[in-house]
């Protein structure tokens, strides 16, 4: 592979529900996730993250691997209810004492430290007192919470993500149902997309006006999204595609860097859309110093607009029957254990089609990844799918910056295997093979591989 900008950010990610564990530890409250995950037949085996990869305890052994990979960042959520136990008022001194340690350590490593606010673990008093993320103060409260995190923490992290794919919070927690709180509706994924948006942008102002010229920080935000091929070459197909990117990933990016959302889905949601006010498109349009991406599979998009389209689950980015879009895959497709489509072009026109839409915008891969049914075979894990996955995504990623395209960073997802949400353990993601019996840690050849590839990036 040719040389990436000697500028380039190199990174893994995870997110706190998944790896910390110590759910109830040193004060830290309930997060819908841990009521969730206490319903039966929600998760898969009923498995839960009460102790998850036991980050809390292990942290420093892992920032020891990470700086055994070579990596220059790592990205990491802060879990709400750890520091502030009910969402607000009283802010938890153990949770802010761990998170900065952990930075203390990462940054004794030469680590950058990339903190996301919001990794979906709602604390749970929120979503019983106040509706969760379709409560109208739900903002203000995300932005005390956040103050909180800029006081203690600003000082050393330099790079801020406010809120994690705010498309599966909305979508599959309160459209579809499959993740926490639960729930399903046909109006209340619009409504929670419209305050996580609010949300964003309040945090954003805040650190901007009281925090950003003395910690010279930057903020961003991270949506995920697939990338739509039109099925055919027929403008109806053409129309779908493109219909489908603006309800997936247009609903969250079009107010942050156009100033309101797609006219598209205007028309085709009609009043269950919110809208914004004069005064909050002012203050939403431009809150985000780079462009984060999640991204990881692709599908065709076909019209399905003279038919009844049945919702899925990890199908399209609004309400199936919102979008009238139909979507498949390529038999020929190599597919994850997730059952996700491996389409390394996709992701070089997704960039593309980000840089062209909002303006040449910063972009960083905050996510990227894949999951395979990972075993131990005479002491390693033979995981050379994974280690083709990120060749081939990174060598399309680099086609896109030679074709203009401003990509600054690249994080895989996910440092090590971890509680996979609703699919519990039984989706590995990680670099590294965690035994969840014994949490012993193991690098896969997909990590060795990664260490040699930036090292030789860095010569």
């Given at each position: 592979?040719?040389q990436?900008?000697n500028?380039?950010?190199w990174g893994?990610?995870?997110s706190?529900y998944?790896i910390?564990?110590?759910?109830?530890l040193?004060g830290?409250?309930?997060?819908?996730?841990?009521?969730f995950?206490?319903?039966?037949?929600?998760i898969a085996k009923n498995?839960t993250?009460?102790?998850?990869?036991?980050?809390?305890?292990?942290f420093?052994?892992?920032?020891l691997l990470?700086k055994?990979?070579?990596?220059?960042?790592y990205r990491?959520?802060?879990?709400?209810?750890?520091i502030?136990?009910?969402?607000?008022?009283?802010?938890n001194?153990?949770?802010?004492?761990?998170?900065?340690?952990?930075?203390?350590c990462?940054?004794?490593?030469?680590?950058?430290?990339w903190?996301?606010?919001y990794?979906?673990?709602?604390p749970?008093?929120?979503?019983?007192?106040?509706?969760?993320?379709?409560?109208d103060e739900?903002s203000?409260?995300?932005?005390q919470y956040?103050?909180i995190?800029?006081?203690?923490?600003?000082d050393?992290v330099?790079?801020?993500?406010?809120?994690n794919?705010?498309?599966?919070?909305?979508?599959?927690?309160?459209?579809?149902g499959?993740?926490?709180?639960g729930?399903?509706s046909n109006?209340?994924?619009y409504?929670?997309?419209h305050?996580?948006i609010k949300?964003h942008?309040?945090t954003?102002q805040?650190?901007?006006?009281?925090y950003?010229?003395?910690?010279?920080?930057i903020?961003g935000?991270?949506?995920n999204c697939?990338?739509?091929?039109?099925?055919?070459?027929?403008p109806?197909?053409?129309a779908s595609?493109?219909r489908?990117l603006?309800f997936?990933?247009?609903?969250?990016?079009d107010?942050?860097?156009?100033?309101?959302?797609?006219?598209?889905?205007k028309k085709?949601v009609g009043?269950?859309?919110?809208?914004?006010?004069?005064?909050e498109?002012?203050?939403i349009?431009g809150s985000?110093d780079?462009?984060?991406?999640?991204?990881?599979t692709?599908?065709?998009?076909?019209?399905?607009?003279?038919k009844q389209?049945?919702?899925?689950?990890?199908?399209?980015?609004?309400?199936?029957e919102?979008q009238?879009?139909?979507?498949s895959?390529d038999?020929?497709?190599?597919?994850?254990?997730?059952?996700?489509?491996?389409v390394?072009?996709?992701c070089?026109k997704?960039?593309?089609?980000?840089?062209q839409?909002y303006?040449?915008?910063?972009i960083?891969?905050?996510?990227?990844?894949?999951?395979?049914?990972?075993?131990i075979i005479d002491?390693?894990?033979?995981?050379?799918?994974?280690?083709e996955?990120?060749?081939s995504?990174l060598?399309?990623?680099l086609?896109?910056?030679?074709?203009g395209?401003?990509?600054?960073?690249?994080?895989?997802?996910?440092?090590?295997d971890?509680f996979?949400?609703?699919?519990?353990?039984?989706?590995?993601?990680g670099?590294h093979?965690?035994?969840?019996?014994?949490?012993?840690?193991?690098?896969?050849l997909?990590?060795l591989?990664?260490?040699?590839?930036l090292?030789?990036?860095?010569?």
């Open positions: 592979m040719n990436f900008p500028t380039f950010t893994t990610a995870t706190a998944q910390e564990g110590g759910w109830n040193n830290k409250g309930p997060s819908i996730w841990d009521a995950c206490q319903i039966p037949g929600k498995e993250g009460q102790v998850a990869c036991n980050h809390l305890e292990h420093k052994e892992d920032i990470m055994q990979m070579g990596l220059d960042a990491f959520s802060i879990s709400w209810p750890r502030q136990p009910k969402g607000y008022g009283k802010k001194k153990a949770g802010i004492q761990f998170y900065s340690e952990l930075i203390d990462l940054l004794e490593h030469d680590i950058e430290p903190v996301t606010l990794h979906w673990d709602l749970l008093a929120l979503q019983l007192e106040k509706d969760g993320w379709i409560g739900i203000d409260y995300f932005t956040a103050d995190c800029f006081e203690h923490f600003g050393r330099k790079h801020w993500i406010t809120i794919e705010p498309w599966v919070v909305a979508m599959l927690g309160y459209g579809q499959v993740f926490a709180p729930r399903s109006s209340e994924p409504k929670a997309g305050e996580l949300a942008a309040k954003v805040l650190y901007r006006t009281k950003q010229k003395e910690q010279g920080g903020i935000i991270s949506n697939d990338w739509r091929e039109p099925l055919t070459n027929s109806e197909d053409r595609a493109q489908a603006e997936f990933l247009g609903w969250f990016a107010p942050i860097y156009l100033g309101d959302y797609p006219e598209i889905m085709k009043d269950r859309l919110p809208s914004f006010s004069e005064e498109k002012s203050m349009k985000s780079f462009f984060g991406l999640n991204h990881y692709t599908m065709y998009a076909a019209d399905a607009s003279s389209v049945k919702t899925s689950v990890y199908g399209n980015g609004g309400l199936s919102d009238q879009v139909s979507l895959t038999p020929s497709w190599k597919q994850t254990s997730m059952n996700w489509s491996i390394p072009w996709g070089r997704l960039l593309e089609w980000i840089d839409r303006g040449h915008p910063e960083i891969i905050t996510e990227n990844g894949c999951a395979f049914d990972d075993q002491g390693h894990i033979q995981d050379n799918q994974r280690q996955f990120y060749q995504y060598e399309e990623s086609k896109a910056i030679n074709n395209v401003k990509l600054k960073g690249y994080f895989a997802w996910s440092f090590m971890n996979e949400w609703a699919s519990g353990y039984e989706k590995r993601f670099l093979y965690v035994d969840f019996e014994t949490l012993e840690r193991t690098p896969k997909s990590a591989w990664f260490r040699d590839f090292s030789g990036q860095k010569k």
